[in-house]
């Protein structure tokens, strides 16, 4: 672990509670990640300082707001690699990026016949949107299957996606599995046979070094919460020819270049996409979580989370009445678990009394849920204020539960 690392606990103030008289153990950053005081100091700064509407008025407040605005954006399209920061679109999260695609590019653009390709471990944001294109538009919706391990069938992938196929939407890592998917693989069959790659990147972008060119993505859609920025900001990236060609979903203030009674034309990408007043602290927030990532460097946080799920993986696999979903390794910060005979909101219970945050439930991923054929599962995640002390409170915790339920 690199020294920035092995420090940066202490930038995260919540991290210092107690929960139930016993310290906070949080694992459940894969649901919200927390939060350092470089960006709560980020938000402060800009309401006490500099608050005002953006690309409106020219008075001091508002060409300073403006300038720290753009600036955010400066810093994301640094972040992810993008060719220039206009390619970047502020959206409210990863869920309002993926719809905008859904409705903005793939219902302009798909007929009758035409197929789009997913998987069955896809958050509900990156299925349900599909679903509703392939309703209004008579294009059929088609899975890439998953291996017994729950990683990408890359073989079948091969047979799926096809000559009819118009987009081929995937997350980068799975919310429940921990599965690392070859996007850039996918990517290129996509691209073999003139579809787009739609990239969900809600788990990847907080924990992965993210380069949008190298990784072959069109789209690309991820939320600020979940990397140690605020809640309510997020992120589409979309290479410019995809972006111009797209529509625009909220009609209104700012998003326009003319305005008749009868008639409006828009912006120029992105202020297209941005009717309405932006979430301005929250971009600038964002801003400063990805500077906060950077210092500490993303090649040394993906090392030390996948780390964490692995050796995670491992310790639960060896606990008696404990199921362990997804691959072994290579797997990304979190590991999905089940203790037989014990509902997981139980098992999430017990953990709070521990001072152990977890998530149970079906993580939005009903139809996985399905392929596991369980109703629901506990999941531990980790990130980068995590260390190997808390996988001994997470197995102290199962023992608990054990104990508890199965004395
Ligand atoms: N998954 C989880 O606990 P939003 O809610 O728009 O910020 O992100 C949606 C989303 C999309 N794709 C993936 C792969 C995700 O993991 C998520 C959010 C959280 O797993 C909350 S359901």
């Not at 790659?197 to 809600?202: R, Y």
């Amino acid at each position: 672990m690199t020294a920035a690392l092995m420090t940066c606990k202490k930038d995260f103030p919540i991290l210092q509670r107690q929960v139930h008289g016993k310290p906070l153990v949080y694992l459940d950053s894969a649901a919200t990640s927390q939060k350092p005081v470089q960006v709560l100091e980020a938000l402060r700064q800009y309401y006490e300082h500099s608050n005002a509407n953006v690309h409106r008025s020219v008075h001091t407040l508002a060409e300073e707001a403006t300038a720290l605005y753009e600036g955010a954006r400066q810093k994301v399209a640094r972040f992810i690699g993008a060719s220039q920061p206009e390619e970047v679109v502020f959206t409210r999260g990863t869920t309002e990026a993926l719809n905008f695609v859904a409705r903005g590019w793939a219902e302009k653009h798909l007929k009758a016949g035409d197929e789009v390709v997913t998987s069955p471990m896809e958050h509900h944001s990156n299925l349900i949107p599909w679903q509703v294109v392939c309703r209004r538009t008579g294009a059929r919706l088609r899975f890439i299957e998953l291996n017994p391990d729950g990683t990408l069938n890359l073989e079948q992938a091969g047979e799926v996606i096809g000559p009819r196929t118009r987009l081929v939407a995937l997350s980068a890592l799975s919310n429940v599995l921990g599965t690392i998917n070859p996007i850039a693989e996918v990517a290129r069959m996509a691209h073999a046979v003139g579809a787009v790659m739609v990239v969900d990147g809600a788990q990847s972008v907080p924990h992965q070094l993210t380069r949008v060119m190298e990784m072959g993505a069109d789209f690309l859609a991820f939320s600020g919460h979940k990397m140690c920025g605020p809640t309510g900001i997020g992120v589409l990236w979309g290479k410019m020819e995809r972006l111009e060609e797209m529509d625009p979903i909220l009609y209104g203030g700012e998003m326009i270049a003319y305005v008749s009674r009868d008639t409006a034309t828009w912006a120029a990408v992105p202020a297209k996409f941005e009717g309405g007043t932006p979430h301005i602290a929250g971009a600038i927030g964002l801003g400063a979580a990805v500077e906060y990532l950077s210092a500490i460097g993303m090649e040394a946080i993906w090392e030390h989370d996948r780390y964490l799920g692995e050796l995670a993986w491992r310790r639960l696999a060896e606990i008696p009445g404990v199921a362990v979903y997804g691959p072994s390794a290579p797997r990304s910060g979190l590991v999905a678990f089940n203790i037989e005979g014990v509902h997981p909101h139980d098992v999430a219970q017990v953990f709070d009394s521990q001072g152990v945050a977890i998530r149970a439930g079906h993580h939005c991923c009903q139809p996985l849920m399905q392929w596991l054929e369980v109703g629901a599962t506990a999941r531990a995640s980790f990130y980068l204020y995590n260390d190997e002390s808390d996988i001994d409170r997470l197995v102290e915790a199962i023992e608990a539960t054990k104990r508890y339920f199965q004395p």
